[in-house]
């Protein structure tokens, strides 16, 4: 697993989205950045810029997965 880190694309990830019921709506489009790290416990929380989706600042990184191409279906 690839760690997040601060500047990563990121979205909810769909683990999370099933775990929560949420596969319509705008919780799985949103897409953000993510501008800061806290560690919180035994937990790292990012804040993210969702730029302008209306979603939660901070969320568990254990809930993210990084967004962008997908090298196994690209050719470039």
């Known amino acids: 697993m690839k760690t997040i880190q601060p500047g990563d694309a990121v979205a909810y990830s769909v683990q999370?989205?099933?775990?929560?019921?949420?596969?319509?709506?705008?919780?799985?489009?949103?897409?953000?950045?993510?501008?800061?790290?806290?560690?919180?416990?035994?937990?790292?929380?990012?804040?993210?810029?969702?730029?302008?989706f209306e979603m939660p600042e901070r969320v568990n990184v254990a809930n993210l997965a990084k967004v962008g191409l997908n090298t196994r279906f690209s050719t470039c």
């Not at 019921?21 to 560690?39: D, F, H, I, S, Y």
């Open 16 to 52: 999370f989205l099933r775990s929560i019921g949420a596969m319509t709506g705008e919780m799985p489009q949103a897409r953000g950045t993510v501008t800061e790290l806290t560690k919180l416990g035994s937990m790292t929380l990012a804040r993210i810029d969702w730029g302008g």
